[in-house]
């Protein structure tokens, strides 16, 4: 299913009835199962989350409404079986046309907040390529992300790392930038997305294939045009 920029992909713990109101769906959580649940025709449904975004970012998360399926699928996504494709709109000059970023990152808590930082040993891998560019003022791209690992908040500090932060990310970016593009377009949102998710999987004795696309956004687009 596809998820919007500013949506959970699941209510924080002992969160309002306010922040469960920004949740993917709008039903009871189980935090041990890692699924929604709800009522329908008085029979309990389930949706298990297989992955999970920020919330910041918009596109494509996997889930399922069978367990055993749930359960293969977080393992793919585990061993980094299962291929995805993120677009995202940086600032700032890239150096190479296409290749591949791999860092030490370490996630922290500071001030009671999730920050990732530069490590010691490399741990996050990420193939990217450009796919437009618009000069000017801003210098932006249009670029491909391919994450081998899924590390928190790893193509936003990889981005960071090489002085090409994304579009209205407020916890990595470039602030004077973000402003400049809220000011000229009023976007309001990190200009990241998951755009594709292929995977293969056996189900019931069945072998299935899931290709599944996300267009980018349209006021994404438009800070290309």
């Given at each position: 299913?596809?998820?919007?920029?500013?949506?959970?992909?699941?209510?924080?713990?002992?969160?309002?009835?306010?922040?469960?109101?920004?949740?993917?769906?709008?039903?009871?959580?189980?935090?041990?199962?890692?699924?929604?649940?709800w009522?329908?025709?008085?029979?309990k449904?389930?949706?298990?989350?297989?992955?999970?975004?920020?919330?910041?970012?918009?596109?494509?998360?996997?889930?399922?409404?069978?367990?055993?399926?749930?359960?293969?699928?977080?393992?793919?996504?585990?061993?980094?079986?299962?291929k995805?494709?993120?677009?995202?709109?940086?600032?700032?000059?890239?150096?190479?046309?296409?290749?591949?970023?791999?860092?030490?990152?370490?996630?922290?808590?500071?001030?009671?907040?999730?920050?990732?930082?530069?490590?010691?040993?490399?741990?996050?891998?990420?193939?990217f390529?450009r796919?437009?560019?618009?000069?000017?003022?801003?210098?932006?791209?249009?670029?491909?992300?391919?994450?081998?690992?899924?590390?928190?908040?790893?193509?936003r500090?990889?981005?960071?790392?090489?002085?090409?932060?994304?579009?209205?990310?407020?916890?990595?970016?470039?602030?004077?930038?973000?402003?400049?593009?809220?000011?000229?377009?009023?976007?309001?949102?990190?200009?990241?997305?998951?755009?594709?998710?292929?995977f293969?999987?056996?189900?019931?004795?069945?072998?299935?294939?899931?290709?599944?696309?996300?267009?980018?956004?349209?006021?994404?687009?438009?800070?290309?045009?």
């Amino acid at each position: 299913m596809e998820k919007a920029s500013n949506v959970l992909s699941h209510p924080n713990p002992n969160a309002s009835n306010t922040g469960r109101e920004r949740a993917l769906l709008k039903a009871q959580f189980c935090f041990e199962e890692e699924c929604y649940h709800w009522l329908e025709n008085g029979q309990k449904r389930k949706f298990y989350l297989c992955h999970r975004l920020d919330s910041a970012t918009s596109g494509l998360i996997v889930g399922s409404i069978e367990k055993n399926n749930s359960s293969e699928l977080k393992k793919m996504f585990r061993e980094h079986k299962i291929k995805k494709k993120y677009l995202a709109v940086t600032s700032g000059f890239l150096q190479f046309d296409k290749g591949v970023w791999k860092d030490s990152l370490v996630k922290k808590k500071i001030k009671g907040k999730i920050r990732v930082q530069r490590g010691k040993e490399v741990n996050s891998i990420t193939k990217f390529k450009r796919i437009r560019n618009q000069s000017g003022g801003l210098n932006l791209n249009l670029i491909e992300l391919y994450p081998i690992t899924g590390k928190t908040h790893q193509l936003r500090v990889q981005c960071m790392l090489r002085k090409v932060p994304i579009v209205g990310d407020k916890t990595y970016g470039d602030f004077a930038v973000n402003q400049r593009v809220q000011k000229a377009t009023k976007l309001k949102r990190l200009c990241l997305h998951s755009a594709k998710i292929e995977f293969t999987i056996q189900s019931k004795g069945e072998e299935i294939t899931v290709n599944v696309e996300s267009p980018l956004p349209r006021p994404i687009g438009r800070l290309l045009i």
